[in-house]
DNA sequence: CTATAAACGAGACGGTACGTCGTGTCTTTCC
DNA sequence: GGAAAGACACGACGTACCGTCTCGTTTATAG
């Protein structure tokens, strides 16, 4: 990301001593070392990260406007990969696309990192924009692909907006794990939503 | 709320000069305007407040033990008042307890209230515990007791975890006002939502 | 000095907690103690001498705007009482008045006082300005009127200005102290000095 | 000077590129430049020379070890040429070894130098060393010669420690330049001095 | 003509200090 | 004893230089 980098402006090999990608992976890595350890993000200063990371203040300014754009980078770094979709029904598609989510409210790593920086990245709309264009949107791509792939194989009706339906599958299981991190979310949630959802909370024969 | 009043420990009759209503207003008041100027919260220290509102910092520390908390008021004299149930069928009276999520995310006031100060108080465990309790968890109970009404009365299935449930009407709401507060919400949405997940999403006759 | 204090400018009584003496004490005398223990005066920071004097910084710049004019007090705070003049004549004057000067070049304390704070000083006009017309004018003033003094006494010629005069008897003084601090200076220099000057170079005779 | 110049000790031909003189000059003249556009000697930093000079850091540290050592280079590349003695005369050799200290306080270019660049050198007592032993010593030298002479051929007195003497006639002089650089100097002022200082001040008769 | 070696402009690097601001506490005076 | 004012120790902010260290490139001598 980097936005704060101002050699890409510049045409031309690059000049002067390049930065080091050692320096960069050092600044990430005790960013996600303090909160592992349960450092209250409030805490973590730029002075305290430079400390930590053993590094000048201005090389951490020279890649990164202030904290919050380091924390898009530090999300990046611990999201999980993209789930494998298995591809034998959309059924199992969605499941397969809610189960990362639902695991993230477990892992105290995750967890940390979940619902402090998210919190702190959401108070920058530029932030926020860039998370949103470089993290979730993939991922709400990908999740429309399988949604429109089963309307045309009829497993799910077309009469209701896509962008709708997409929120009635995500929104329960991120409810929950922003609202209610500390509770404890049953193993087969993601198969409870999908299925709930699919069917219908009328009673049957009604 | 008021954690760090220390009156309330003191038995017998007041001493001294009795705390002025009129300067609590002023501060929080000072803080909703703020806040409805565009001023990001980060901006918004408690010396700042204090200038703002005319007010020595001390009189602040007095009521409140720091930002958060003063903040947990402030959200709370902007929350908008309880929903009046119609009370003629558990969908209608859903969509009622939904309807005010959906005006959140239209009125600025409110939209900068919600996404800014929510996401503050969130980094506070203590904070959001305090606001979860006062705030959320009262509708919440309402959510239950109006979801349970529907089971009884043969408007819902009964063989679902009703705290699933309650997500699966609630969840699909917050996601958009949490996630994507810049998008436009259609007026039906409410509607939508309770309607499309009582019916299911699959199609007809299958 | 306090050339920063802004709180002259106001009317009325002053308003708040009052600056605490003791505070501005430490804060000098720290600064002595290190020029004492022969730290370079290039190596005093502000952020040291908060250390040093255990205070913080805000509290060094709400009474002196940087280095330069908190050490115009410093140098206040180490300069001589003034010399009591005998006033049995005007040579015994002129003696007593230089004989400061002479001490000034062998005190190791005031030696770094003298021959650092004083180059320091002067890299700025303004500050120099301050410290010339609250040190060194007043006693240039006391010169001249024993000078003057000295002329209707007849002990001193009247036809040659006044101020080459006086540099005539200050200047062989402070050429030593400022050019070579290093060197040894006879205990009787300034009687030397005062003598040859009245006596004149040229050979008896001539 | 070039104290940091590390070529020097090896033996055998110089081997690799050889330092450009181009450069060695271009950062000298910029300092000049800079000191003759009024800019305080505390903002010119090695960053801005560098800058200033269109020139690397490093090849400024690898010809100087620091600002002060840089500076005794500058400050040599402005000294006045040494004085043509015409030899008529004791009095006559003072006065012309005097009147290039006068004008030092005229020139704006070599009043800066004088006032700052020099208060500056003082800091550093190995810098001074260095500034003293090849700048001012060999002036010091000419003048006791002139001194010598002068008492050979009894137009001096022989019973005054000639260092005093020499202080008594250059003092005066730069007591003047280095206290009171604003203050004009009168244009025969080298002339009144060492009259004054020959003749002495007592009233002719006493 | 190639190889070697140092100088060079550029700029990254770990540091230190800058001067400002906000924190939460303390100390005044006035009410 | 409440309240406004503002001093206080502390510590983070983002910037500027320090002196050192790579980089790629240039310019000399040696073979």
Do not use: C
Not at 24 to 31: K, M, N, P, V
Not at 41 to 54: H, K, V
């Amino acid at each position: 990301m980097n936005l704060a980098d101002s050699r890409e402006r510049h045409e031309g090999p690059p000049r002067g001593r390049p930065r080091s990608e050692a320096v960069e992976r050092s600044i990430i890595e005790g960013a996600v070392k303090l909160l592992e350890d349960g450092v209250p993000l409030a805490d973590i200063s730029i002075e305290r990260l430079a400390r930590t990371a053993g590094v000048g203040k201005a090389t951490i300014y020279r890649r990164w406007s202030g904290k919050e754009e380091l924390f898009v980078d530090v999300m990046r770094a611990t999201e999980p990969p993209d789930a494998e979709l298995p591809g034998t029904s959309m059924r199992d598609d969605l499941i397969a696309l809610l189960e990362p989510l639902r695991r993230r409210g477990l892992a105290s790593r995750s967890s940390a990192l979940l619902h402090n920086v998210y919190a702190q990245i959401k108070t920058s709309p530029k932030i926020w924009a860039a998370y949103q264009a470089t993290v979730i949107e993939p991922r709400r791509r990908t999740t429309f692909e399988v949604l429109r792939r089963g309307q045309r194989d009829g497993e799910l009706r077309d009469d209701v907006d896509i962008e709708v339906i997409n929120d009635l599958f995500v929104g329960p299981m991120l409810v929950r794990a922003v609202m209610r991190p500390e509770a404890e979310l049953p193993e087969d949630l993601a198969e409870q939503i999908v299925d709930a959802v699919l069917t219908g909370l009328r009673p049957p024969g009604r």
